[in-house]
């Protein structure tokens, strides 16, 4: 079926369900990439992130691009510049062609096209041939500026980022493409440059703080009444995502079940069983959906569509007299209750009244001037409304808060998926992600925004919170799987035990639960069509991911509660994925703190098995059922194992072995004594 006109026709019914007539009365959507740093996040992924929404199925005038850059990198505004002039082409090819994959980098590297091309026009394989030429040349600009960073000559366009330093800086706000100004031709939408303020003593907020400047920006220039966002890696794989994203958000009956649309997050070209346990497929189907039959999916950061004024603390409008006490905006705001909500830039108040009203700005908008007025609303100092801070996963507790004042979200699930985006490969940055993630959920959990407190003054209804604390509890894991991992090395080094013995029948009771998970875990990875390799993998990593990075979260959170060190954001790394050296879903390691306790109890386990199997006090079977789950363990970390003996960055590094091997020794002796 023709999945445009099935769209929009779905799309128009929606439409007029809510009281609008045409598609043309779709709503404005302004679209946010955030990006941080362009060394761990190539230019070139941000760059095809952004062309993959310029070319999005959907009126270009209806669109704003605005782009986040936290590295003030002139890179970063050289590969944008760039990539608006290349769009300039290969929005209108797409369009023509209805190609399905709008992220060049993705097109281009599919073996697909052009095989077979007797099927293809003689006009289309010209200009394929030209936009394959144009974005080679594109990537070969990019690559080119990245190579000479160091030799920049800041000139022109470019002398504003002469003397930046990246952590201390004025606001920069560039329009690289400004619709109004060009031709009625070229159906490309706003693309907008933004590097908001940095002091020093300033906290910035990360992302967070990020997405709140470009709110507050494009809340002057577009004002939207839609938002959306993703992460910089996380370009459109579905053009029609956003008729897909209209028709829950205008085709629901009540407002109010619509707060925001989310799409799961999915990545491309994953390694082969998801040997670092990180693509959430299984997740993402049983439990995103299961939180999404409830009406709670939850916001995960990227691939979502926000109503602007649920951003800016609306309630929704059904719930009358209650909203005075769950948010400070709510519809009779008088001038002094504006200024405190949304500070004193006169221009932000007045669209923020329009965007309240779920409203566009009407007035004809001229960017140069609007974006002299964004330079206050993008400095450090000026923070109000908007993505909740306090915590390292922001998305979370961002909304939390918008389901505490009564909103309720979907979940879109598209097919072909909506967004990709890159997994982490390798051990460092794939445990410093869940670390980080451990940290943040657990920082929500124990702080003054939980769920429970939410649920008691709020509008969260009891399995709201229910489904929330069994995000947020994943980081506390960690301490009862380090304890069962660690008890039946106890056991066999202290000759005792803790399961019944092989005879007893009460051993049953012990494997039939352990059973029952295996199966129907397994049952879970082959109803998505998972090998069990797959399966396996994600237990393991489980069990690395629970002992190594969540505990470190959990360590983080005490050491914030006791106010030794702050919580931070560290940006993932990606990577293109084109390594081909063969070994590429082995696991890495550094030397980082993070490994130590996975390492300490792989040593643990080792040590109690010589002993173990010494002592032989096996005669009886006493000790059978704490052996096997000694070797489990093992086995479970049988990358630590390999790591061991390995070399380079598949070993784990001396450093790290003799602090875990010193640790295993006192939890010896300690046991030994007790
Ligand atoms: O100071 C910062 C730090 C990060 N980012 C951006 O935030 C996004 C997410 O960062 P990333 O390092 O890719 O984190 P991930 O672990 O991959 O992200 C997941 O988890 C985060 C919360 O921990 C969410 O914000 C993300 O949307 C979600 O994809 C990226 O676009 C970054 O450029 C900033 O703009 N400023
Ligand atoms: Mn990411």
Redesign the pocket.
């Known amino acids: 079926m023709d999945l445009l006109g099935f769209s929009l026709s779905y799309v128009s019914h929606a439409l007029r369900s809510s009281g609008l007539s045409m598609a043309q009365d779709l709503p404005p959507v302004d679209m946010f990439?955030?990006?941080?740093?362009p060394v761990?996040?190539p230019s070139i992924l941000t760059v095809n992130t952004v062309i993959s929404l310029l070319a999005v199925d959907y009126p270009a005038d209806k669109l704003a691009c605005y782009v986040?850059d936290?590295g003030c990198s002139p890179i970063t505004y050289y590969s944008l510049v760039e990539a608006s002039k290349f769009a300039k082409i290969w929005v209108p090819f797409c369009k023509k062609y209805n190609i399905q994959t709008r992220a060049p980098f993705r097109y281009f590297s599919s073996e697909l096209i052009l095989t077979g091309s007797c099927n293809y026009s003689l006009e289309f394989q010209q200009e394929y041939n030209k936009m394959k030429d144009g974005y080679e040349e594109l990537a070969s600009k990019i690559k080119d500026a990245v190579e000479k960073s160091m030799e920049w000559d800041l000139i022109g366009d470019f002398a504003i980022f002469s003397n930046m330093e990246h952590k201390n800086h004025p606001t920069i706000i560039k329009v690289i493409r400004d619709q109004n100004e060009a031709g009625l031709s070229e159906a490309l939408p706003h693309l907008i440059y933004v590097s908001r303020e940095k002091r020093p003593e300033h906290p910035?907020r990360?992302?967070a703080?990020?997405m709140n400047v470009l709110t507050r920006v494009s809340g002057l220039i577009t004002n939207a009444p839609f938002m959306l966002n993703v992460?910089?890696?996380?370009f459109v794989n579905n053009p029609q995502i956003f008729l897909h994203a209209m028709c829950l958000l205008l085709g629901s009956k009540n407002e109010r079940e619509s707060g925001f649309v989310q799409c799961p997050?999915y990545f491309y070209d994953g390694l082969k069983d998801d040997p670092f346990g990180n693509q959430f497929v299984v997740g993402n189907k049983y439990m995103g959906r299961g939180v999404a039959g409830i009406q709670v999916p939850f916001y995960?950061?990227?691939g979502c569509f926000h109503r602007r004024k649920v951003i800016y603390g609306s309630c929704p409008d059904d719930i009358g007299n209650q909203a005075k006490r769950l948010t400070p905006v709510h519809g009779d705001l008088s001038y002094e209750e504006q200024l405190r909500i949304f500070g004193d830039s006169k221009e932000f108040i007045r669209s923020a009244a329009y965007a309240l009203q779920g409203k566009e700005n009407i007035s004809p908008k001229n960017l140069p001037n609007l974006v002299e007025a964004a330079h206050q609303v993008a400095g450090c100092g000026y923070e109000y409304v908007g993505w909740q801070y306090g915590a390292?996963?922001?998305?979370v507790l961002t909304g939390l808060m918008i389901h505490g004042r009564g909103w309720r979200s979907l979940f879109c699930t598209p097919d072909p998926r909506a967004f990709l985006?890159c997994a982490?490969r390798g051990g460092p940055i794939s445990m410093a992600?869940q670390k980080?993630?451990a940290t943040?959920l657990l920082e929500i959990l124990i702080g003054r925004r939980s769920p429970i407190v939410t649920t008691v003054t709020a509008r969260l209804q009891l399995r709201h919170c229910l489904a929330y604390l069994s995000l947020l509890t994943w980081g506390l894991r960690s301490i009862p799987e380090l304890c069962y991992a660690v008890l039946p090395a106890y056991c066999t080094i202290t000759d005792s035990s803790f399961l019944p013995e092989v005879h007893e029948p009460a051993i049953y009771i012990y494997m039939a639960l352990f059973l029952s998970y295996v199966i129907y875990t397994l049952i879970e990875y082959h109803e998505t069509g998972l090998s069990i390799r797959a399966w396996w993998n994600n237990q393991r990593m489980a069990r690395i991911n629970a002992m190594n990075a969540w505990l470190c979260g959990f360590i983080s959170v005490i050491l914030k509660v006791f106010r030794i060190s702050d919580t931070v954001?560290?940006?993932?790394q990606?990577d293109q994925s084109s390594s081909n050296d063969g070994d590429e879903g082995r696991f890495t390691f550094d030397a980082s703190l993070i490994f130590v306790p996975g390492t300490t109890v792989l040593l643990l386990q080792l040590t109690a098995l010589i002993m173990g199997f010494r002592g032989m006090q096996l005669s009886d079977g006493s000790g059978l059922g704490e052996r096997l789950c000694s070797i489990m363990v093992v086995i479970c970390f049988w990358p630590f194992l390999k790591g061991l003996f390995a070399k380079g960055k598949y070993g784990i590094p001396l450093s790290t072995i003799f602090k875990s091997a010193f640790l295993a020794l006192c939890f010896v002796l300690l046991a030994k004594r007790a």
């Open positions: 990439v955030t990006s941080a740093d761990l996040e986040s936290d910035h990360y992302k703080g990020a992460d910089c890696d996380m997050q995960e950061g990227t390292a996963t922001e998305d985006g982490p992600q980080r993630w943040g954001f560290e940006v993932t990606k």
